[in-house]
């Protein structure tokens, strides 16, 4: 893999990072009315992080915020009056994958572990339970081969509202479009694979109402960087219109009751089953930009 092509792919994370920051804030600032339509507007907080195997946690602060990561990440989080909790976190990390993970990497055994991986990853928990809780992340990872990952899926807290039906239905048609673009094949598998992925088994209830996930595009590198783009620039279009829509409509305390238990399904998923957590941990990755997708509060009835 060329490390142009390595440095490209970096470079759109951190694009796209920093356009779905400035998106979220400017909903942040739209808010004009409702419990916490008083309180100030929230803001993105950075912080960097360096990979490192005797203290994967190690927080570097007084790097320059410009400089390309090298072997580490970014964390952007916001707590907001809207964004109860959301992170856009970026990582480029370099390595070895330890023998017993390597059999799960492709081409892991190939490269005698050695890997190199950039990606953004995104989960937002929303203050009003009206508002969906949303995930996106993409991803390139490079073994003895190289490929794209990732996708986006929207979590309502309420499944039967014709809102729920409308959020879907918009939500589902952005990533479509974005499939088209490149095969119509790709929705249809994507949307699929999305479906049977964020399902948790334990309850046999997915954990929100779908979207797309897709892994191990390799079979040409610009095509499948191009698609991943457009997967970013979909979730940037369309999410932003979905929490304005339903941002500045009251709710009920029953109702919040109601999304803290929900959430609870969130926090269960992402640690008995979700890869990137798995992936994170097992490179000596931050634990708390691993987490970063754990909700601020949950409830278990």
């Known amino acids: 893999m060329a490390d142009d092509q390595?440095?490209?792919?970096a470079a759109w994370f951190r694009t796209l990072r920093n356009d779905i920051c400035a998106a979220f804030e400017s909903v942040e600032d739209a808010l004009t009315g409702g419990e916490h339509g008083s309180l100030p507007a929230g803001r993105f907080e950075r912080k960097r992080w360096q990979r490192q195997t005797a203290e994967p946690d190690n927080l570097v602060q007084?790097?320059?915020p410009a400089a390309p990561?090298?072997?580490g990440g970014e964390i952007a989080l916001m707590r907001g009056r809207v964004f109860e909790k959301v992170g856009v976190n970026i990582s480029t990390v370099q390595g070895r994958f330890s023998p017993e993970f390597r059999a799960q990497i492709p081409g892991a055994a190939e490269s005698d572990g050695v890997f190199w991986a950039s990606g953004i990853s995104l989960v937002a928990h929303m203050r009003s339970p009206l508002v969906p809780a949303v995930h996106m992340n993409t991803r390139h990872i490079v073994t003895s081969r190289g490929w794209f990952g990732g996708g986006a899926d929207l979590t309502p807290m309420f499944f039967d509202t014709p809102e729920t039906a409308e959020d879907k239905a918009d939500f589902h048609a952005a990533f479509q479009k974005a499939c088209d673009m490149h095969d119509p094949a790709y929705?249809?598998?994507?949307k699929k694979w999305c479906d049977e992925y964020f399902y948790l088994?334990?309850?046999?209830?997915?954990?929100?109402?779908g979207g797309i996930f897709y892994d191990?595009?390799?079979?040409?590198?610009?095509?499948n960087f191009a698609f991943t783009q457009d997967v970013g620039r979909a979730?940037?279009?369309i999410y932003p219109q979905i929490v304005r829509r339903r941002m500045q409509a009251s709710w009920t305390p029953e109702q919040r009751e109601y999304q803290l238990v929900r959430r609870g399904r969130y926090?269960?998923?992402n640690l008995l089953y979700d890869r990137g957590t798995m992936f994170g941990l097992k490179t000596n990755g931050n634990t708390e930009a691993i987490l970063m997708s754990m909700p601020p509060e949950a409830k278990w009835p």
């Open 69 to 71: 990561l090298v072997n």
């Open 187 to 190: 929705y249809p598998k994507f």
């Open 216 to 223: 191990w595009l390799d079979d040409d590198w610009s095509r």
């Open 267 to 269: 926090v269960e998923f």
């Open 235 to 237: 979730f940037l279009n």
């Open 201 to 209: 088994p334990h309850r046999q209830e997915p954990r929100g109402i």
């Open 62 to 64: 007084d790097m320059d």
């Open 6 to 9: 390595r440095t490209q792919a």
